[in-house]
């Protein structure tokens, strides 16, 4: 068994939470880049060239490349050869997200008791954390600040399993559509199809870990990302809602088995501030 | 961005709204106030109570903003405008009391945009999502109300060339809408 103190995971989600505020990934970036010459709509263009203006900005002064630092979503892959000392995981990450947060001048956005009490919790905290076991003696830490404007656009349906294929691709588009403007596009769209009811929107939402560009390993899948993400964009949204074409900068489907009665479908909207870093530890 | 845009002061006067027509884009100056989902609340409650609000809304722009925290050596840290639609219920007793801009993101009812052009008003556009670089532009910032609200107080901006659009004009335009009837293709 390796012994990892929690102290190693609460420093490295202090340091993620920064990170993943405040300088943009690689593959954002590119897409970003690479829609300045495909967006046909002058102010579209323009729009493309503030985020990624911003973007600079954002990485030189560490400042947060969006004021809503989000919701902070953590992913845990703990290798079953490792040992834990120090306390609970739950509270290392908490800990890491609290110090992150604090240290790093980010919005603390999150409500203590939506029924009961209204109050800022003052420091990001809690996390939403989800843990995976899997083979080794290593900790994979993937931490996603999810902002609310975009999760507000998020929609889920239990289809009929009738509807089918289409019936998915009819919802990711109404969906974007009823969206229109305000999760601050070009978005990219998560979608999760089968299991139950959480499961599906918890496979929408991780799909969005995925680096832009990275397709399904299924083909036949691969195949109905690219053919929505083209569907979207003829949607005329464009960079910011002003018009356009290039409203989403990728599309990612991933499917579990489903019930014989049921056919749920997720829609998970990420904003062009789409952040997520990982560390191993 | 790309146009040449027009230099707007705030606060804003008929004259000048009369002036703006969507998909100008604008430079804004002076003075602003941030407003989002607990003040506006407030700010309704002390309308319909008759009491005095804490800032002289005759003329005023709103932003729909909670900025993240300044770090030191700078006056506000980011400050991207959040989704305006969660303040619509809330425009017609702001207008009442004065109001003539807003500053926000995504589309707002139609009971907005009516009253955008009865009292003469207008809805600017900032890019979700550019919070630093709107940060920018904001040279002096105070909280002037509601300081246990964190990040949602009210807070004073003073502003110097903060890039917008104008989304909504008084003349009932719609620019995001017309976005999407221009760029929209068959599906």
């Known amino acids: ?281 | 961005m790309g146009n040449e845009a027009k230099r707007v002061e705030s606060p804003l006067t008929e004259e000048v709204i009369k002036t703006l027509r969507i998909g100008d884009e604008v430079l804004l100056s002076g003075i602003i106030y941030t407003a989002r989902d607990m003040v506006h609340t407030r700010l309704q409650e002390m309308i319909n109570n008759g009491d005095e609000l804490p800032f002289n809304a005759s003329g005023s722009v709103i932003y729909y903003v909670g900025p993240s925290p300044a770090p030191v050596g700078r006056v506000i840290g980011s400050a991207g405008p959040t989704t305006s639609y969660r303040m619509d219920p809330f425009v017609p007793a702001m207008f009442e009391a004065g109001m003539r801009g807003m500053i926000g993101k995504g589309p707002r009812s139609l009971k907005v945009k009516d009253l955008i052009v009865k009292k003469c008003g207008v809805y600017f556009g900032a890019t979700g999502g550019a919070a630093a670089l709107l940060s920018e532009s904001i040279v002096e910032a105070e909280v002037i109300a509601f300081d246990n609200f964190g990040p949602e107080a009210l807070r004073k901006l003073k502003v110097k060339n903060m890039p917008l659009i104008v989304i909504n004009d008084c003349y009932g335009g719609d620019l995001y809408l017309e976005g999407i009837d221009k760029y929209s293709e068959e599906i």
Request: hydrophobic content about 40%; aromatic content about 4%.
């Open chain 1, 1 to 281: 068994m390796r012994q990892i103190h929690l102290r190693e995971i609460t420093r490295a989600v202090r340091d993620l939470s920064i990170e993943a505020n405040t300088i943009a990934n690689c593959d954002l970036r590119d897409a970003l880049e690479k829609s300045v010459s495909k967006e046909v709509s002058p102010v579209g263009k323009a729009v493309l060239g503030q985020l990624l203006k911003n973007q600079d900005i954002a990485e030189a002064s560490k400042l947060p490349i969006c004021q809503d630092t989000g919701f902070t979503v953590v992913y845990l892959e703990i290798g079953m050869d490792v040992s834990f000392t120090g306390g609970t995981v739950k509270d290392a990450v908490d800990q890491g997200v609290r110090e992150g947060y604090t240290e790093g001048f980010l919005r603390k956005s999150i409500i203590k008791n939506p029924l009961t009490s209204p109050v800022n919790t003052e420091d990001n905290t809690p996390s939403i954390l989800h843990i995976d076991l899997v083979p080794g003696d290593k900790v994979q830490i993937t931490l996603m600040p999810k902002g609310g404007g975009s999760e507000n656009m998020s929609r889920i349906k239990m289809m009929k399993p009738s509807d089918g294929v289409p019936g998915v691709r009819d919802f990711i588009l109404e969906t974007v559509k009823l969206a229109g403007a305000n999760p601050c596009p070009p978005i990219i769209v998560g979608v999760g199809v089968g299991g139950t009811f959480d499961y599906v929107a918890y496979m929408a939402k991780k799909s969005l870990l995925r680096k832009i560009g990275v397709r399904n390993s299924d083909p036949e899948i691969a195949l109905m990302e690219t053919n929505w993400l083209s569907d979207v964009n003829k949607l005329g949204i464009g960079p910011a809602g002003l018009g356009g074409k290039i409203t989403a900068l990728d599309l990612f489907i991933e499917v579990f088995p489903r019930h014989i009665a049921t056919f749920p479908v997720a829609v998970n909207i990420q904003c062009n501030a789409a952040r997520v870093k990982t560390r191993i530890v």
